[in-house]
């Protein structure tokens, strides 16, 4: 998050004195782990109020995941183990955060622009609860399954809902004349194309062949025609591609290349690590990257929100959940 606080002042509107799980209570396996109310306001994202069991959830999807990755690897998972920021359970924290913010901010999104679900969309969560259900051998045991996630049908299908308020967005996004449909024209896109000549094992002879290719472009009738058959010849069989700032599709020197460029124009030989490059700036194309333009657009928006956490949140100590999560999904079964 670039603004994140820990608002002491959220203490007075939070009902902090039912924070801890009471014993009456009935909560799912999220609860129990994180021995907080589920329904308490854990976090605001722009002044929404956010559920701790929203966040649990993710913090748990997290979890599970980063489990998983070092299981694949055959490594041991210690949650103290130090990443950049802070710990490995740190960063649970921080991403499960990033995740609850994302979809508080559709939320907020879809009350900006007036995207409500219609009757027939509420009927289809209906259609779609019966047929995942039956994919996996009847309600009992869809019901099981969530409920290691710690969902019911009634939390399973409010997150459903945020997925089709999200569609609903970039479905008006593209719209023309409506109030989101010159959003995309927000994000710089780039087109370009690459003729790459990796670096190898032996980066001499990799930089003459990239001066050879160099020539051959240079003295070619139309360096425009002849452009994309070097690329070919070369390393980089991608072809053109459009690609948003800092995607990660060039590394950043080879972006601000590209970007000094004019359209249809070519760069001279760009070394990197990777190799020599040659670029071409090609005419943008208008919607060619529409659904991972509106994608930045709301990480964007989230990673900007004002996100106030209740001192509850502070002591979640992410390890502590998954090692407790992990003993009662045991139990349970």
Excluded: H
């Excluded at 929404?48 to 489990?67: N, S």
């Excluded at 309600?139 to 459903?160: H, I, P, Q, S, V």
């Excluded at 009738?221 to 690329?231: K, R, S």
């Excluded at 590394?251 to 760009?270: D, K, M, P």
């Amino acid at each position: 998050m670039r603004k994140r606080m820990a608002a002491l002042a959220l203490a007075l509107c939070l009902g902090l004195s039912g924070c801890a799980l009471k014993k009456e209570e009935e909560a799912s396996l999220l609860g129990r782990a994180a021995e907080l109310g589920e329904e308490m306001i854990l976090l605001t994202v722009d002044g929404r109020e956010v559920p701790a069991w929203r966040y649990l959830y993710w913090l748990a999807f997290t979890c599970d995941q980063i489990r998983e990755k070092y299981k694949d690897s055959g490594l041991s998972l210690d949650w103290e183990t130090p990443v950049s920021g802070g710990s490995l359970a740190d960063y649970a924290k921080d991403q499960a955060l990033a995740n609850t913010a994302l979809y508080a901010t559709v939320e907020n999104w879809a009350v900006r622009y007036g995207c409500i679900l219609s009757e027939a969309e509420r009927a289809a969560l209906t259609e779609t609860w019966e047929k995942q259900s039956a994919a996996r051998g009847g309600e009992e045991a869809y019901l099981k399954e969530l409920a290691d996630l710690g969902l019911d049908r009634l939390r399973a299908e409010e997150l459903t809902e945020v997925g089709m308020l999200y569609a609903k967005l970039y479905n008006l996004c593209l719209t023309e004349g409506s109030e989101l449909s010159g959003l995309l024209d927000q994000v710089d896109s780039l087109t370009v194309d690459r003729i790459l000549i990796s670096a190898g094992e032996d980066r001499e002879a990799a930089r003459e062949r990239a001066a050879e290719v160099f020539s051959r472009l240079n003295v070619a009738e139309d360096p425009a025609a002849a452009f994309p058959a070097l690329a070919a010849e070369g390393d980089d069989a991608a072809g053109p591609r459009t690609l948003l700032p800092g995607d990660g599709t060039l590394s950043q020197a080879l972006e601000e290349a590209a970007r000094a460029l004019e359209e249809g124009q070519y760069s001279g030989i760009l070394e990197s690590e990777e190799g020599f490059s040659i670029l071409r700036r090609l005419a943008s194309e208008s919607g060619a990257l529409a659904g991972e333009a509106f994608d930045r657009l709301l990480q964007d928006a989230a990673e900007g929100a004002l996100v106030q956490t209740a001192p509850a949140y502070d002591g979640l100590d992410a390890a502590a959940f998954d090692k407790a999560l992990a003993e009662l999904r045991e139990a349970g079964k």
